[in-house]
């Protein structure tokens, strides 16, 4: 019998999860730790899937200043006055060292509609209202229509937006790829956990080497 459940590299794109300043500016409310030490394991992934013209999604949140739109465990604070990951904010946009290039700014209206920014060839971001890549988007549908059946999760941070994605990938049929260096905040208890979901492990080195070809099936 064939094994379905094997990550192809001819089929493939690359999901950053909440790579935005917020999340990594010291003393954010919101920082999330070890982002800074991640970011270079990040970028040279990042980097790989633009070389080789891999598809590459960058999923990031925004905060209505009244709340609507904010999960339940921060619209409280965010309703008191919180002012994190809002709108047209220098708060709410991608890192620097994931921008393709340095000027792109984030078009916060046609995020919030449920369109995606074209960052350039193969490359999008997007709006997610929750943790997951997934959840309230159109992800899987761009996903499907392109022919994707692998995937490949780096970010910020694997107890919220990491494992969400990582967990609604998998029930969702794709082949999912855990950059398990290159996800802040990841402990080994929690990655552990992913196989039984069917998701690998890959450390960065691995992704680099199974991306170029020089490794065709292994879950290092």
């Known amino acids: 019998m064939t094994e379905q459940n094997v990550p192809d590299r001819s089929a493939v794109a690359l999901l950053t999860i909440d790579l935005q300043r917020d999340f990594a500016c010291q003393g954010s409310p919101i920082q999330a730790s070890g982002l800074g030490a991640c970011l270079p394991r990040i970028r040279r992934i990042v980097q790989a899937f633009r070389e080789y013209e891999k598809p590459i999604f960058h999923a990031v949140r925004l905060y209505r200043p009244d709340g609507s739109n904010v999960d339940l465990c921060r619209r409280s604070a965010v309703m008191e006055g919180l002012r994190v990951l809002m709108p047209g904010t220098q708060g709410a946009e991608l890192l620097d060292d994931i921008k393709p290039k340095a000027d792109i700014r984030l078009d916060s209206e046609e995020l919030l509609s449920g369109g995606f920014q074209e960052f350039g060839a193969n490359e999008w971001a997007y709006y997610k209202p929750r943790w997951g890549a997934f959840y309230g988007t159109e992800l899987e549908k761009r996903l499907r229509e392109s022919g994707i059946g692998t995937l490949v999760v780096v970010g910020c941070n694997f107890p919220t937006g ?59």
Not at 162 to 170: D, F, K, L, P, V
Not at 179 to 203: F, H
């Open 162 to 220: 990491g494992r969400a994605t990582i967990y609604e990938g998998c029930a969702r049929d794709f082949c999912v790829i855990a950059g398990s260096d290159a996800i802040c905040d990841a402990s080994r208890d929690g990655l552990d956990e992913l196989g039984r979901l069917g998701a690998y492990q890959k450390t960065t080195d691995a992704v680099l080497e199974w991306l170029s070809g020089k490794r065709q099936n292994s879950a290092a």
